[in-house]
């Protein structure tokens, strides 16, 4: 049961045009969204989070939208640079303070080319 | 000191074997985690540990033996574990601003043979 889900296994757009990751999750208890970015042989690093009572939030090159009724999310990346190219993972926390749990999503594989 | 550090980056071991996987940080996070990542898979929740006492167990085989010493560090023990259970064995911590998200260690790569 994948709680939380990237439809997209793969993407690629061109260096300075704008690369949208979606994100889709089913359980209601979720209250806090993430992307991660993450390159081969290392772990995930963050990039920006939004709260559930949020609708928008952006920090830089990078904003995420939440639309909350229809169970989705989105990464907007503006402008796209060719170190940008990576897997990124959506993710849904539960729970309270140190003892929430993150739930990932399947990935999406972005490519940045020239 | 903004990382989470873990040891060995790769170990390959056999099924009788024993050995543990280490991961250690100095940021002051309360909260610590193990993750388990099979290649073309997202991560998968292992352990929790919140103020060095164990939260969460995803139901986790008793082969996997978390152990927390202090709010530093953290051990995945392992033992009797089979060739399923290679994969790339993620370290994060947290210091509970959920916002602010988890800060991941590199990863052991584990490969059971």
């Known amino acids: 049961d994948q709680q939380v889900k990237q439809n997209s296994p793969s993407l690629s757009v061109q260096e300075g045009r704008i690369s949208i990751l979606n994100c889709d999750y089913t359980?209601?208890?979720?209250?806090?969204f993430l992307w991660y970015k993450k390159y081969p042989a290392e772990g995930p690093t963050f990039l920006i989070s939004?709260?559930?009572?949020?609708d928008k939030n952006e920090d830089g090159r990078f904003t995420v939208f939440l639309n909350k009724s229809a169970k989705h999310l989105s990464l907007h990346i503006v402008p796209s640079q060719p170190g940008d190219s990576a897997v990124y993972f959506c993710?849904?926390?539960?729970?309270?303070?140190?003892?929430?749990?993150?739930?990932f999503g399947t990935g999406t594989r972005l490519q940045v080319t020239l | 000191d903004t990382e989470v550090t873990q040891t060995p980056k790769h170990l390959v071991m056999g099924m009788t074997n024993k050995k543990s996987l280490k991961c250690e940080q100095h940021?002051?996070?309360?909260?610590m985690y193990w993750y388990k990542q099979k290649a073309k898979k997202p991560p998968e929740l292992m352990f929790v540990?919140?103020?060095?006492?164990?939260?969460i167990n995803e139901s986790v085989p008793s082969r996997f033996s978390p152990e927390c010493p202090n709010s530093s560090l953290l051990n995945l023990h392992l033992h009797a574990l089979q060739p399923e259970d290679s994969a790339l064995y993620l370290c994060?911590?947290?210091?509970?601003?959920?916002?602010?998200?988890?800060?991941f260690g590199s990863g052991t790569r584990l490969t059971v043979v």
């Open positions: 994060a911590s947290s210091q509970g601003d959920r916002e602010d998200g988890y800060t």
């Open positions: 359980n209601s208890m979720f209250d806090y």
């Open positions: 939004i709260s559930s009572i949020k």
């Open positions: 993710a849904a926390s539960e729970g309270t303070g140190t003892a929430s749990k993150l739930t």
């Open positions: 940021m002051g996070h309360r909260a």
């Open positions: 540990y919140s103020y060095e006492k164990l939260s």
